[in-house]
């Protein structure tokens, strides 16, 4: 089993920056691909990004490529996602997950999941 806890959501104002972090415990943590989700009210749960095992690789959907950074540290079992410039429409719930498989994108694929943290951007 591994457990995953987010912290860093919040209200800001669009332009504004947040950084969400998601610690794990259990398992080894760096056997594990990491994800971040998020899922806005009514629909589906979307991929954000991911990162390899040893964080040497990353991957974003098109819409945050430019403004978030996935990033991990294997040493304090935490992964990390740096939003910059924050829209309206990245309001959501973020989830943070773990994998057996590396830079994967649907969710199906992902065994562990946290409890999400709310991040709200006003316009």
């Known amino acids: 089993q591994v457990q995953l806890v987010e912290s860093g959501g919040g209200l800001v104002q669009a332009g504004g920056s947040l950084r969400l972090s998601c610690a794990a415990s259990g398992r080894t943590f760096s056997n594990y691909g990491m994800g971040w989700f998020c899922q806005a009210p009514g629909k589906a749960r979307e991929f954000v990004a991911a990162?390899?095992?040893?964080?040497?690789?990353?991957r974003y959907e098109d819409s945050v490529k430019g403004r978030f950074t996935i990033s991990r540290d294997n040493a304090k079992n935490t992964v990390y996602l740096q939003m910059n410039s924050l829209k309206p429409e990245d309001t959501a719930v973020y989830y943070c997950?773990?994998?057996?498989?590396?830079?994967?994108?649907?969710?199906?694929?992902?065994?562990?999941w946290g409890q999400g943290t709310q991040v709200t951007v006003s316009s």
């Open positions: 997950a773990a994998s057996r498989l590396q830079l994967i994108v649907i969710t199906t694929s992902y065994d562990y």
């Open positions: 990162v390899s095992r040893s964080g040497a690789n990353t």
